[in-house]
C-alpha cells in the first residue's frame, strides 16, 4: 500500500493541512516527522474549522493512527491544549500517539527564543518565539529532554534541573535578563507530564507495524523547502529538515518505505519572518492579495508577505525532494485580479538564473523575470471540476506544470475539504 509525503514546496502554509486531510480519507495513518508548533495547520470540514499545531492534520478521522514522530519537537502544554480543543469538539483523540524520542520544548527554549531574536535586532530570523531553534539546538548538542524522559518523573526533576542551571546562565551573563525559576516550573510541568503518558509510544514499531500490515500512510510536511535548514534561504530558516529526505530520519523509517512525493504549493506565493524574496508584491495588489487570501498566520497572526508565483523556487523544490506532483491551492483567491504575472527566471548582474541560488546574497539581488498570462474572474469557490475552471485559469494552472516540470494533480477552490479538484 503506498506511503505518501506530502510537503510544502514554497514557504510554508501553502495549505497542507488541507491536502492531507482531504488524503487522509483513504489513509490509516498520518505521520508529523519534523518541527514543531511553529507549524499551524487549518482544516475545515462540516462547517467548522481546525487550526492544528502539533497534532497530525489527520486526527478528524476517528480510525486514523496520528503519530508525532522522533524528529519533532514537542511543547507538552501546546500538546495537551490541543488535545482539549479537540475533545471539547468531539474529536476522538485516542489513535494520536507521541514516540518517545521526541525532544521537548521547555519554558527556557521559548525564552533563550526571544531573547536571542531580541539580540539579533534587526538581523532577527522573524521566528515564532516558540522556541523552535533552541530546542534542536539542545538535541544537537546533546543536552535535550526526550518524551522518555520527560515521562519519567525523577528524571525529568533532575534534568530539569540541571539544565536551567546552564540556560539561566546565558540568559543571565549573556542577555542580562533575570533567571527563571526551578519551582516557578517543575510542578506544572510535572503535571503535564502525567498526562502525557498515555499518548507516549515507540511510534518507530507502530509506523514499520502498519507498513507491515499493508496500511496506508501519510507523511505530513510541516513548514517547507524553503525554510528547510540546509536546502532553504539560510540563516532565514526553520531548524529542522522539511524536504522530503527529512521524513525517514524524523519518523524512524527507511527512503525505501516511501512511494510517492507531493508537493503543495499556492497559486502565488507568501513568506512570514524575514529574508529576501524575489516576487514580493509591495503594492496595491500585493495588499489584495492578503486581504482576499487571508494571509495572516495561523500561529502569530502576523500578515504575510504576499508575491507572485515563483516557478525558481517550486522547480527548486521538485528537484530537492523528488516531488512526483504538486497540488496548487488558492487558485480562487487570484480571481478579478486582472493580469496574473508568474516569475519564470532571475535576473542576477544581467546574467539569467534557471536554478535557485545557494547564496542568499545572490538571491538578495535577483530580479524576478516575468511572463504575463490574462486574468480570469469569478467566484470558482463552488466549481465542482477542473474542466468547469474558467480557461484561463486552466491555462495558468498548466503553465505551472510546464515551468516547474512537474504534473499538478490537485487545484484548490477553497478552504474546505470538499473544495478542490483532481486531476
Ligand atoms: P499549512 O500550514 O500549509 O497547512 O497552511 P495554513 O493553514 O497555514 O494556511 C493556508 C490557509 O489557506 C488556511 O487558512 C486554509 O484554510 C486556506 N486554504 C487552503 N486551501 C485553500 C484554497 O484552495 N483556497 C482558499 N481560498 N483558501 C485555502
Ligand atoms: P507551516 O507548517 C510559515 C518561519 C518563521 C520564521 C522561520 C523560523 O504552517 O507551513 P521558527 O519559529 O521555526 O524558528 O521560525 O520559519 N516558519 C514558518 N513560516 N509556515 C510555517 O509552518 C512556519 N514555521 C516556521 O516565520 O521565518
Ligand atoms: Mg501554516
Not at 33 to 56: D, I, R
Request: glycine share 12%; charged share 25%; net charge negative.
Amino acid at each position: 500500500m503506498p506511503s505518501k509525503v506530502v510537503m510544502g514546496a514554497q514557504w510554508g502554509d501553502e495549505g497542507k493541512g488541507k491536502v492531507i486531510d482531504i488524503l487522509a480519507a483513504k489513509s490509516q495513518v498520518v505521520v508529523r516527522s519534523q518541527g514543531g508548533n511553529n507549524a499551524g495547520h487549518t482544516v475545515q470540514a462540516g462547517g467548522e474549522q481546525y487550526k492544528l499545531h502539533l497534532t497530525p492534520s489527520g486526527i478528524l478521522y476517528p480510525d486514523t493512527l496520528c503519530i508525532i514522530g522522533n524528529g519533532v519537537v514537542v511543547d507538552p502544554k501546546v500538546l495537551l491544549e490541543e488535545i482539549d480543543m479537540l475533545t471539547s469538539r468531539g474529536v476522538d483523540v485516542s489513535g494520536l500517539k507521541v514516540d518517545a524520542r521526541a525532544h521537548v520544548i521547555l519554558p527556557y527554549h521559548i525564552a533563550l527564543d526571544g531573547l536571542s531574536e531580541k539580540m539579533r535586532g534587526k538581523g532577527e530570523i522573524g521566528t515564532t518565539g516558540r522556541g523552535i531553534g533552541p530546542c534542536y539546538m539542545d538535541k544537537a548538542e546533546r543536552s535535550g529532554i526526550r518524551m522518555h524522559e520527560f515521562l519519567d518523573e525523577a528524571t525529568f526533576r533532575r534534568r530539569f534541573k540541571e539544565n536551567l542551571a546552564v540556560k539561566n546562565m546565558f540568559i543571565e551573563k549573556v542577555y542580562g535578563e533575570k533567571p527563571l525559576k526551578y519551582e516557578d516550573y517543575v510542578e506544572e510541568y510535572v503535571g503535564y507530564a502525567k498526562r502525557l503518558r498515555p499518548f507516549m509510544a515507540d511510534c518507530t514499531v507502530l509506523l514499520h507495524d502498519a507498513i507491515k500490515a499493508g496500511k496506508d500512510v501519510l507523511f505530513e510536511g510541516a513548514q517547507a523547502t524553503l525554510l528547510d535548514i540546509d536546502l532553504g534561504t539560510y540563516p532565514y530558516v526553520t531548524s529542522s529538515h522539511p524536504v522530503s529526505g527529512g521524513v525517514c530520519i524524523g519518523s524512524g523509517v527507511g527512503p525505501t518505505v516511501i512511494d510517492e512525493c507531493i508537493g503543495v504549493v499556492k497559486a502565488y506565493t507568501t513568506r512570514v519572518g524575514k529574508g529576501p524574496f524575489p516576487t514580493e508584491l509591495f503594492d496595491a495588489t500585493g495588499d489584495l492579495i492578503r486581504e482576499r487570501g487571508g494571509e495572516f498566520g495561523t500561529t502569530t497572526g502576523r500578515p504575510r508577505r504576499c508575491g507572485w508565483f515563483d516557478a525558481v523556487i517550486v522547480r527548486f523544490a521538485v528537484r530537492t525532494s523528488g516531488l512526483g506532483s504538486i497540488a496548487v491551492n488558492k487558485i480562487d483567491t487570484l480571481a478579478n485580479l486582472g493580469d496574473i504575472k508568474l516569475c519564470t527566471g532571475y535576473k542576477y548582474r544581467g546574467e539569467l538564473l534557471r536554478d535557485f541560488p545557494y547564496s542568499l546574497d545572490i538571491l538578495a539581488e535577483c530580479e524576478p523575470v516575468y511572463e504575463t498570462l490574462p486574468g480570469w474572474e469569478g467566484d470558482l469557490g463552488s466549481v465542482k471540476s477542473y474542466d468547469e475552471l474558467p480557461a484561463n485559469a486552466k491555462r495558468y494552472i498548466e503553465r505551472i506544470e510546464e515551468l516547474c516540470d512537474v504534473k499538478v494533480s490537485m487545484v484548490g477552490v477553497g478552504p474546505d475539504r470538499t473544495q478542490i479538484l483532481e486531476r
